[in-house]
């Protein structure tokens, strides 16, 4: 579908205006979402990642499945949570597992890292709609459905 063609469909709204512009920048947001995390850092508070751990953040997005080496340390756990954030926001009705030894440490992990996440990066936590988390269960919802 071309620019025009968009355009076209609602051009009496302001909405209908700028489809094309969130249309352009929804796919933006997928195809660069460390810039996205750039973009709504706070100027406290937040971090910025390191050149590697972007270029995993946009493969983990890009790609149906990776093959990475990393040490100890490194953020792989945090980098794969904000990412599962970033599609459970950005893909409606989505559904995304974490996986550890146990579940209890799988919930503990997921638990811990996405309060890290809405740390770092509070906008985000004005798209979940509920969070429930026990010993042995963690689940998070968001507006999309994810």
């Known amino acids: ?15 209908g205006k700028n489809l094309w512009n969130y249309t352009v920048f929804a796919s933006w947001v997928n195809w660069y ?14 971090i910025r990642l390191n050149a590697d751990q972007r270029i995993l953040l946009r493969c983990i997005l890009r790609f149906v499945s990776i093959y990475g ?5 490194y953020g792989k756990t945090f980098i794969e949570v904000l990412a599962a954030v970033i599609v459970a926001i950005r893909f ?6 974490l996986t550890a030894q146990t579940k209890e ?19 985000l936590k004005n798209e979940m709609s509920y969070a429930k988390s026990s010993k042995g ?4 919802g968001f507006k999309s459905g994810g």
Do not use: C, H
């Open 92 to 97: 409606p009705d989505i559904t995304i597992a």
């Open 105 to 123: 440490n799988a919930a503990e992990l997921l638990t811990d890292k996405v309060e890290e996440i809405f740390k770092y990066y509070p906008m």
């Open 137 to 140: 269960d963690a689940e998070y």
């Open 33 to 46: 979402p460390d810039l996205f995390l750039d973009l709504i850092t706070p100027k406290k508070g937040g």
């Open 69 to 73: 080496v990393f040490p100890r340390g």
């Open 1 to 15: 579908m071309k620019k025009s063609q968009v355009l076209e469909l609602s051009n009496d709204s302001i909405f």
